[in-house]
């Protein structure tokens, strides 16, 4: 006799675990992969996984098998022309030779060929940001948090009707069931086997016949008035709200956009605000971003006016830190926001302002921030900007300066910054 | 015209039908003495049957990597339209499992129950092969066993070391099969007499005497005794039991894999009996359920559609040849079998004498029984047939610039041609013959493997990955010679590398 079995709605991701076995051991190459790509990536483009490409070599499963050379007979079909002692000239070489192994010989071979495939967006961005984390990423006190969130917490006996746990309700139910009406039925089983022996014998003592089946009858009732379902039997499950650590972001990005930055310079601040939003998406369920550019006056704008307008004139970074700091005091209060900065410059600054940025960063902004990145985009020697922030670098852990020539060097920077090793040392 | 006892023939299949069907293909099939394991048939989806794919048709399989190298080459070339699925997966085991998917129209699935459950199924009952090295009731038992072994491996000993290993055991698993069957296991209990009986007779020998008698000098000139005493084929098993520094663990997960090949091995040494004879069953009782009148024409123009498809055997010069057909060669010779009982020609009658004229159904039970592709191919191909496909053999010696047609489908040409075909499915031809040669027992504990080329064909260039591997499973090193059919010896490499 066949069965038939619908096997249609077990899981399909039976092959997933293999799946993500093959992405491990091919790690180095797919990483090698996903950052050549975070270079050529779009922008915008943040939602998508990636093509993966590897070379073949790499993924070979070798077993001995025939080389090329040595004798063979093969039979085809379809012979139209030929006669015995026919003599062919010599196909190009490797036809020959393909039908040999069985068709598998292509998987060991010197095959240059490429093996690409996709990966998704969450692996792309694990692989991407594998073994960094967010420096001083200290939970917020609770008492400070206001979220709080609904989680199951058990079950309980009171509780509203839309609540109820029917599989427990109903195992209450049935124990309670069994625990009083258990003696009875034991009873009740002894009276039965009396009474069909009596039955069975033909006794003629009917009266005893007559009292065993309405002491039946009186158990059964008995049996029968246990409710199937009672008050007490109800389980409900039990929700509470529990607070929940803060889970937004704020994220500033200062740049300068005096008339020394241009557009090549910015691309390359760009994308390391887009690493640094990738990032800390990971992280946090809401980030909003502020933009900050800067002349010698600040202004906040949208993205598109962020990156693409053009100004002129001179440089006053501590306007900016200004602005970040007083728009990070009326609207994204520490105690509820995690605040991060990173600031793109070419490292021109009016050479007074530079001792006020310091005294700007360590006293008042720098105790609000999760951590502030300063990124110098140039080709030409340090200026005084650059050794203030150095000093500061040095005393404050929140507060880390990288030097960037290229667009090549943004990735390798970004991975410095963050990399555990890196919160450690701090 | 509507027949009273004709089933529903809507393209679109329900369970109901899919019972109705398979009844009638069960009746037909058991009229023809088609002798199976009883069937458990599972619909599935195309992803599911992307996921049994990638398993190489375990319906249980450890996880690996190579498993999901495969799952996502054939995601990719399922979704780039490059290739089809199979309609069906079918597993030898007790209950018989096959796959029917979801996607296929009634007619499809009619077709792959006859083919699958009908047809693979009676072939793994009743093949000599199949019933000599498989055990079909106890498979999924041990494919589940294994999968939980080596999960807990994993756990105990960590991802990458049994990762690596089964990378090893993986390359070596064509060499980890028995080819011949082996003695049966006596019993601990006889065991346990012969050693008895071998003492005594010691014993008796005893005699103090020659204690007196003074030793002369050792001959050092003596052949020392190699170990293995026999070359030996199975380089898993040797492994298994012979690697000085295998772990236990290590040695059962070598086993697995070994097990698992030998499971595998009937089929590839029976790829063109199997699917001929699948072929032809499907094709036998769809014809007739056809001709009882259970199915009408539109059901039989679907089906054959997908027949021709699955028989094509495009010539040698067609852009889509890609070697012989084992569908088209197996069915074509079943079909040419039944002709021959049925009506022998003059040719027939001394070609086969013996099965010409006789009872077509027993004959092909034979057939299916006691052959495999090679000695089936060698004993049944006839004249009639190699005309009808107009084979032609060709020889290729890398010697000569040129390739030499020896034999076509003439008086001259039958017989080669048929010993070339079967010679073209012996296993022993297509893969490479390396044997474990020698191992130093007293000295350095190197391994020494030895490969017997086949025609002079020469070994593949994987030769220094695969030494790679057998070093991680002997743990010392590893040699590989060549033997030549004069009895020369050339080293072709060591692992690790000689300087």
């Known amino acids: 006799m066949a069965h038939f079995i619908d096997r249609r709605l077990n899981g399909k991701n039976k092959s997933a675990v293999n799946r993500q076995r093959f992405i491990r051991r091919n790690k180095a190459q797919i990483k090698k992969s996903v950052n050549d790509a975070i270079t050529d990536r779009s922008v915008t483009d943040i939602d998508t996984g990636e093509q993966i490409v590897i070379p073949k070599r790499d993924l070979s499963e070798p077993f001995f098998h025939q080389g090329q050379g040595g004798l063979r007979e093969r039979v085809h079909p379809g012979n139209d022309q030929f006669q015995r002692g026919d003599k062919i000239e010599r196909p190009p070489s490797g036809q020959e030779g393909q039908d040999s192994g069985d068709g598998e010989a292509s998987d060991s071979g010197e095959g240059n060929d490429e093996f690409s495939f996709e990966i998704s967006r969450d692996e792309y961005l694990d692989l991407l940001f594998e073994d960094l984390e967010l420096p001083n990423l200290e939970q917020k006190e609770s008492s400070n948090i206001e979220e709080n969130k609904v989680v199951r917490a058990g079950y309980s006996s009171v509780g509203l009707p839309n609540n109820i746990n029917i599989i427990r309700s109903l195992r209450k139910s049935q124990a309670r069931r069994i625990a009083m009406s258990g003696s009875k039925r034991r009873e009740l089983r002894v009276l039965e086997q009396r009474l069909n022996e009596l039955v069975a014998l033909n006794s003629p003592n009917t009266s005893e016949i007559v009292q065993l089946q309405q002491d039946i009858e009186h158990l059964k009732q008995q049996i029968a008035k246990v409710p199937f379902i009672d008050d007490f039997d109800l389980q409900f499950n039990n929700y509470v709200s529990q607070p929940c650590p803060s889970s937004q972001a704020v994220m500033f990005c200062l740049m300068d956009v005096s008339g020394s930055m241009d557009q090549p310079t910015k691309d390359i601040a760009k994308r390391f605000y887009i690493l640094l939003y990738l990032f800390l998406s990971r992280s946090y369920q809401k980030i909003e971003v502020v933009y900050i550019r800067h002349h010698t006056q600040a202004k906040e704008v949208d993205e598109q006016e962020f990156f693409y307008s053009q100004e002129t004139g001179g440089t006053i970074v501590s306007s900016a830190l200004k602005l970040m700091h007083s728009i990070q005091q009326s609207r994204y209060p520490a105690k509820q926001w995690n605040v991060y900065a990173a600031q793109a410059s070419d490292g021109d600054n009016w050479a007074d302002d530079t001792p006020l940025c310091h005294q700007l960063l360590s006293q008042s902004i720098l105790p609000n921030m999760r951590y502030f990145s300063y990124i110098e985009i140039t080709n030409r020697a340090h200026q005084s900007l650059w050794d203030a922030y150095h000093k500061l670098s040095e005393d404050q852990p929140q507060f880390a300066i990288k030097h960037i020539k290229e667009i090549a060097d943004i990735y390798p920077v970004f991975r410095e910054l963050f990399s555990k090793q890196h919160a450690l040392k701090n | ?499």
């Not at chain 2, 979704?79 to 029917?100: K, T, W």
């Not at chain 2, 070359?231 to 070994?258: D, G, M, S």
């Open chain 2, 1 to 499: 015209m509507n027949q009273p006892n004709r089933l529903d023939e809507g393209s679109d299949w329900t369970f109901a039908k899919l019972e109705s069907y398979h009844e009638k293909i069960k009746q037909v099939a058991q009229g023809y003495k088609l002798d199976t394991y009883p069937n458990q048939i599972e619909i599935i989806t195309s992803e599911q049957m992307m996921d049994a794919y990638s398993s190489v048709g375990m319906p249980i399989g450890y996880s690996h990597w190579s498993y999901g190298k495969k799952f996502i080459q054939t995601q990719q070339g399922y979704h780039r339209g490059q290739m089809g699925l199979a309609y069906e997966i079918v597993i030898n085991s007790n209950p018989c499992i096959a796959y029917l998917m979801e996607e296929n129209s009634m007619t499809m699935q009619a077709l792959v129950i006859a083919h699958a459950c009908y047809g693979h199924n009676s072939f793994f009952k009743n093949n000599y092969l199949f019933t000599t090295w498989t055990d079909a009731d106890s498979i999924i038992d041990y494919l589940v066993f294994a999968k939980k072994f080596i999960s807990d491996c994993e756990e105990k000993h960590g991802i990458e070391a049994v990762e690596s290993l089964i990378d090893s055991c993986h390359a070596l698993m064509n060499l980890g099969v028995d080819r011949y069957k082996r003695p049966s296991k006596i019993s601990m209990h006889d065991e346990l007499l012969r050693q008895q009986e071998r003492e005594d007779y010691l014993q008796s020998q005893v005699n103090d005497l020659w204690r007196t008698v003074p030793k002369t000098a050792q001959d050092d000139t003596l052949i020392k005794a190699r170990f293995p005493t026999e070359p030996q084929e199975n380089l898993l098993y040797f492994i298994e039991k012979n690697a000085p520094l295998l772990q236990p663990w290590q040695r059962e997960v070598i086993r697995i894999t070994r097990k698992i090949s030998q499971y595998f091995y009937p089929q590839k040494q029976t790829q063109v009996m199997n699917e001929g004879w699948a072929t032809f069953w499907h094709y036998t009782i769809l014809n007739t359920l056809y001709d009882d009148g259970f199915v009408g024409d539109k059901f039989m123009l679907e089906f054959l559609h997908h027949h021709t498809n699955v028989v094509h055997q495009p010539a040698y010069n067609s852009p889509h040849y890609s070697g012989i057909n084992p569908y088209a060669l197996g069915f074509s010779m079943f079909i040419d079998i039944r002709r021959i009982c049925e009506e022998p020609t003059e040719e027939d009658h001394h070609w086969f004498p013996e099965i010409a004229g006789s009872d077509w159904l027993e004959t092909l039970h034979f057939a299916c029984k006691n052959f495999k592709d090679e000695s089936f191919i060698s004993q049944y191909l006839s004249p009639h047939l190699m005309r009808q496909m107009k084979l032609f053999s060709v020889t290729d010696d890398s010697e000569l610039n040129y390739i030499l047609v020896d034999s076509i489908h003439n008086e001259t040409g039958y017989r080669t041609i048929r010993e070339n075909l079967a010679k073209q499915y012996n296993l022993s031809n297509l893969e490479p013959n390396v044997q474990v040669y020698d191992v130093q027992v007293d000295g350095d504990r190197s391994m020494t493997l030895r490969y017997y080329p086949h025609q002079s064909i020469p070994l593949g260039d994987s030769t220094e990955q695969m030494l790679k591997h057998l070093y991680r499973l002997w743990g010392f090193e590893v040699k590989l010679e060549q033997c030549e059919e004069n009895g020369d010896i050339e080293t072709l490499a060591t692992c690790p590398k000689r300087s």
